[in-house]
């Protein structure tokens, strides 16, 4: 495979050169990694990388190619959304030469498809240790000598850019499940609708008091969770009734802010299948899937908040609840895909709660 000269330069000065595997363009982004072992297609299809320059830690990436896009319930069977949202990916190996039984193209042949830059043959150890020792920083992918400037995708509202344009229903279960849709995953849904749900998908600043359901769901997405003010407004009104709510990833973070508690932007981010959380007041260790860059300041809970698990790497949040209202939140994945499905049970909680609401109220 030939392959044509591309660079990495960090806002610190440090410039990486690799071999192009994608389209040859230059662009700016947050270079951030991720060091799970497998599931590229599902995070270069993941909205909350959207903005980001993708550094992939494993070394040999591209071997089980792309797969087919096969649609089921009205969404992509095997990936997370209905694009690619990461502005170039970096790695050091790359396979052209791909063997799997569902693969359809070479992931090169993917990005150029979606034209997204692709840089291997590059020193990621290296990099990863970087980014570790100084956090994240901004990159550029310079190709053909053309440099673009500096950019941090954090300063502009990303959940606006990623999420769906007009309400969306999915199914046609039992219990209705408004979903707030900030960069939604697509086995979110899936994890929904397994549960005899009609999904409810609506805009990220849509007027939740137009709609009729019987819980509340905030998905994950990208960027700063302060960029959504109509977001977090929304969310203060729906607390004052007492349907259940469910908040993953980014939701995390808007139900802190809206609760009033405060978020900060962690060094370099929690991006990986294997972080262990600890559920508060038990024993109970879970095997997490996580990709996000801020965090909830857990001292700024408060009162009628607490903390419901806390990552044992670095004792970050991970997740809250209220403590008498059906209101919940976690951090990480539990529909992670790819990654570990230890957490994958509070989707029943989630369903259990609105049973026990609806049931309180007379209406099921």
Request: with cysteine.
């Amino acid at each position: 495979m030939e392959s044509k000269p591309i660079k990495l330069a960090l806002e610190d000065g440090t410039v990486f050169t690799g071999k192009s595997f994608g389209h040859e363009e230059s662009i700016a982004g947050e270079v951030v990694f991720n060091t799970a072992m497998t599931g590229y297609p599902e995070s270069l299809t993941d909205p909350s990388y959207k903005g980001q320059i993708l550094v992939l830690t494993y070394p040999i990436v591209g071997n089980y190619g792309v797969p087919r896009e096969d649609v089921e319930n009205d969404l992509y069977k095997f990936f997370e959304s209905d694009r690619l949202h990461i502005s170039a990916l970096v790695i050091s190996d790359y396979s052209d030469r791909y063997s799997h039984w569902n693969a359809e193209r070479s992931l090169g042949d993917w990005l150029k498809q979606h034209k997204i830059p692709g840089i291997y043959d590059v020193d990621t150890r290296h990099l990863t240790k970087l980014l570790r020792e100084k956090g994240t920083m901004l990159g550029k992918v310079v190709f053909d000598g053309k440099e673009p400037e500096y950019y941090d995708p954090n300063q502009d509202n990303l959940v606006a850019q990623v999420s769906v344009g007009e309400r969306q229903v999915y199914g046609n279960g039992r219990y209705r499940i408004l979903l707030i849709d900030c960069g939604v995953k697509y086995n979110i849904i899936r994890y929904l609708l397994q549960r005899d749900t009609t999904v409810i998908r609506v805009p990220w600043d849509h007027d939740l008091s137009t709609e009729d359901f019987d819980g509340l769901f905030i998905s994950n997405g990208p960027g700063d969770p302060k960029q959504c003010k109509s977001t977090i407004q929304n969310l203060s009104r729906a607390y004052e009734s007492d349907r259940p709510i469910f908040g993953i990833c980014l939701g995390n973070q808007l139900m802190a802010l809206a609760a009033g508690a405060d978020t900060y932007k962690l060094k370099y981010g929690h991006r990986s299948h294997n972080q262990p959380v600890l559920e508060v007041g038990t024993d109970k260790a879970y095997i997490t899937s996580q990709n996000h860059g801020f965090a909830i300041d857990n001292e700024s809970i408060p009162g009628s908040w607490e903390p419901l698990f806390i990552n044992l790497n670095d004792q970050t949040n991970e997740g809250m609840k209220h403590q008498s209202k059906p209101f919940f939140s976690t951090q990480f994945h539990p529909e992670a895909s790819g990654g570990p499905t230890d957490t994958a049970y509070l989707f029943d909680v989630f369903l259990d709660k609105i049973k026990a609401y609806l049931e309180g109220v007379g209406k099921k």
